[in-house]
């Protein structure tokens, strides 16, 4: 085997050895990974880098026993967006759970931005947003989010007008719900059948 042969060999080892499952499905018979298989792929990825850094195992069992009016208190006094996140629930994924949070009486969301008046109004309208496939519909609780924010806080700046065409793609960019999902909301490429419902088998 000559010099030549010897170097292109060790690229092609080199090039599979390197390849995940998406690159070796172009070149090779290797079938793609499934929407499943992606999602825990994410899921596990956005798990280990959203792990609480700023806490103690001993911190994190000390605010369990904690009590919702004691956590209120504490959030309230927390001068530092890092500090007040310690003591909001969190979701599967170590996310701050907003709605559990709300839930639980630890926090009461404010209208609008600078005013004492809690809002009280609950828009009901809740919908699917159209996939190229069922499966892909995404579920839109209108209710949940009118419980946390002001109608203002979305229309018309974040979505203009009913029946906006969205893109994951533009989600992912910061638009649309990556306004808010990725940055203070939780990650929308770590829990895909949170708004996919028929990934679960149903809507």
Not at 24 to 47: C, G, H, I, N, W
Not at 166 to 173: C, F, G, L, P, S
Not at 193 to 202: D, E, K, S, V
């Amino acid at each position: 085997m000559n010099n030549n042969n010897t170097i292109m060999l060790l690229l092609i080892v080199f090039l599979v050895s390197a390849c995940t499952k998406d690159t070796m499905s172009l070149f090779f018979d290797v079938p793609p990974p499934t929407v499943e298989e992606m999602a825990q792929k994410r899921a596990a990825e956005a798990a280990q880098r959203l792990k609480p850094q700023d806490q103690t195992i001993d911190d994190q069992l000390k605010l369990k026993k904690l009590q919702p009016h004691e956590l209120a208190g504490k959030l309230a006094a927390a001068t530092e967006f890092n500090q007040a996140m310690q003591y909001l629930p969190k979701d599967m994924f170590g996310q701050p759970d907003w709605l559990a949070a709300m839930d639980q009486n630890i926090i009461w969301p404010r209208s609008h931005i600078g005013t004492d008046n809690i809002s009280k109004f609950v828009f009901g309208f809740d919908f699917f947003l159209k996939g190229p496939t069922p499966v892909f519909d995404a579920w839109f609780p209108h209710s949940r989010h009118t419980e946390l924010l002001d109608c203002a806080s979305c229309h018309p700046k974040v979505f203009k007008y009913r029946g906006t065409p969205i893109t994951m793609a533009e989600i992912r960019d910061g638009k649309y719900c990556g306004t808010c999902h990725g940055k203070v909301a939780f990650p929308v490429d770590v829990a895909c059948a949170r708004c996919h419902t028929g990934m679960l088998g149903g809507q």
